[in-house]
């Protein structure tokens, strides 16, 4: 059971390079999401999906791009990536956005991306 | 909208201390509220929750109490470990608020010294 997996766990870029930060999922979960952690800011939420071909925009959505055409995957694509977006990405997942309010959300372990 | 208060961090014990994080919280509905911790260079990981007034979460030492009185829910633990080091962040869910997502305090950085 190998729960939510984030590839990679490091990563650096060029200003203005692209790239997807891969998540997964083996629970057949149907939210999953995307956070962005910096210093004294906590988790700020990204993008969401409340299942396969759904998705919306959290609270600081500018620079990213999701799609979701399985229920297992959620790639969170930069598509022009600029030193702001430096930061610590995690991907969640909950049975479903309803049930989160029963079990909370499962977390991957995290890609840390520096932009330079 | 919702949202939910932690203590500013850093919090610094010496082990065995007694250890208490504040959170308190907003919320238009009635929320179950979390806490996650997170161990350095890792993802959050569910430490318990209480999803109706009274209930009390607990797990590896670790309580908090859903009080709804005082919108709270405070974490405890009566004698922290150097393991214990980490960060601890409170959170919450709308029962009956769809598709809205959890809100999670900033978080409150622990550090145990031996």
């Known amino acids: 059971n190998a729960g939510v997996t984030q590839t990679p766990k490091f990563q650096v870029l060029k200003t203005g390079q692209s790239m997807t930060l891969q998540c997964a999922q083996d629970?057949?979960?149907?939210?999953m999401s995307w956070y962005r952690q910096d210093p004294g800011m906590g988790l700020r939420l990204i993008h969401y999906?409340?299942?396969?071909?759904?998705?919306d925009q959290g609270e600081v959505p500018n620079g990213y791009n999701v799609s979701r055409s399985t229920t297992e995957d959620f790639p969170l694509r930069l598509l022009s990536a600029a030193p702001s977006q430096t930061s610590v990405y995690f991907c969640?997942?909950?049975?479903?956005?309803?049930?989160?309010?029963?079990?909370?959300?499962?977390f991957g372990s995290g890609t840390r991306l520096t932009v330079v | 909208g919702d949202s939910v208060t932690q203590m500013e961090g850093p919090v610094t014990l010496s082990e065995e201390a007694f250890l208490t994080i504040n959170c308190t919280y907003t919320?238009?509905?009635?929320?179950?509220l979390f806490w996650y911790v997170q161990y350095p260079g890792e993802g959050l990981q569910l430490l318990l929750k209480?999803?109706?007034?009274?209930d009390k979460g607990s797990n590896k030492g670790f309580e908090a109490t859903y009080r709804k009185e005082t919108t709270s829910f405070h974490l405890e633990k009566g004698s922290v470990q150097v393991s214990d080091s980490a960060v601890y962040f409170c959170?919450?869910?709308?029962?009956?608020?769809?598709?809205?997502?959890?809100?999670f305090g900033k978080g409150t950085r622990l550090s145990v010294i031996a």
């Open positions: 959170a919450l869910k709308e029962q009956e608020g769809g598709n809205t997502p959890l809100v």
């Open positions: 629970m057949n979960h149907e939210y």
């Open positions: 969640a997942s909950s049975y479903s956005i309803t049930g989160a309010a029963n079990y909370g959300y499962t």
């Open positions: 209480a999803t109706k007034a009274d």
């Open positions: 919320a238009t509905g009635y929320p179950s």
């Open positions: 999906s409340v299942g396969a071909g759904i998705t």
